[in-house]
C-alpha cells in the first residue's frame, strides 16, 4: 500500500520581512583632493590593482598640490612615470596593431572594413592625444617649473622629450614635424641639464 503525504508549507510575505539589501559595490577610492599622503598611497593602491588611469589620476594631484618651494620626491616621480606610460603604453600597442590591421584591409581593396578601422584608429588617436596633452601639461605648468635639482630637471624634461615622440608617431605633415622638433628640443635642453648635473656633482665628490 502506498501513502501519499503532502506537506504545505504556507509562509506570509511579512514574516519573512522586507527584502535584504545587497551589498553595494565596492567604491573607487577618494575623489576628493586629499592629502598628499592619501593621493600617494591610493597611486600605490592603484598601480597593485593594475588600475593605470587611477593611478595618474592620483598623481596628477600630487602634482598640481605643489608649490614654488616644493617638488616631487624620487618615489613620487617614478610613481607618475609608471602611470603615464602604462596609460599611453595600451594605447601605442592599440594603435600599432589597428593601424597594421587598416593597412591590410586596404590592401585587400576591403573599403568598408578598412573605413571602419580607420575610424577606430582615429579614436585611439584621439585619447593618446588626450593623455599626451595632460601629461605635458603637466610638465609645463607644474613639473618643470617646480624642479631645483638638475637630476629632477632632466628627468621631466627626458619625459617631456617622450611624450612629443609619442604624439609625432601618428601624427602627419606640419603636426608631425612641430612635434618632432618639440621633441629634439626636449632631449636637447635634457642633456645641457645632465652635463651640468655631471659637472657639479664630479667637484662635489671630488673637491
Known amino acids: ?114 573605413g571602419v578601422v580607420r575610424e577606430y584608429r582615429r579614436k585611439i588617436e584621439s585619447e593618446l592625444d588626450k593623455v599626451c596633452d595632460g601629461v605635458l601639461n603637466l610638465l609645463d605648468m607644474h613639473l618643470v617649473p617646480s624642479s631645483s635639482s638638475a637630476e629632477s630637471k632632466v628627468f621631466y624634461l627626458k619625459m617631456k622629450g617622450d611624450y612629443h615622440r609619442y604624439l609625432a608617431e601618428f601624427k602627419s605633415g606640419a603636426e608631425r614635424k612641430a612635434c618632432a622638433e618639440s621633441t629634439m628640443s626636449a632631449y636637447k635642453e635634457a642633456q645641457v641639464e645632465h652635463k651640468v648635473f655631471v659637472f657639479f656633482f664630479f667637484f662635489a665628490c671630488h673637491p
Open 1 to 114: 500500500m502506498c501513502v501519499c503525504v503532502c506537506v504545505c508549507v504556507y509562509q506570509k510575505s511579512q514574516s519573512i520581512g522586507p527584502p535584504l539589501a545587497m551589498d553595494p559595490e565596492p567604491s573607487a577610492p577618494p575623489s576628493s583632493q586629499g592629502s598628499r599622503e592619501e593621493n600617494v598611497y591610493f597611486a600605490k593602491l592603484a598601480e597593485q590593482a593594475e588600475r593605470y588611469e587611477e593611478m595618474v589620476q592620483f598623481m596628477e594631484k600630487v602634482a598640481k598640490s605643489l608649490d614654488a618651494s616644493s617638488e616631487l620626491t624620487l618615489e613620487e616621480r617614478n610613481l607618475l612615470s609608471v602611470a603615464y606610460k602604462n596609460v599611453v603604453g595600451a594605447r601605442r600597442a592599440s594603435w600599432r596593431i589597428v593601424a597594421s590591421i587598416e593597412h591590410r584591409e586596404e590592401g585587400k581593396g576591403n573599403e568598408e572594413h578598412g
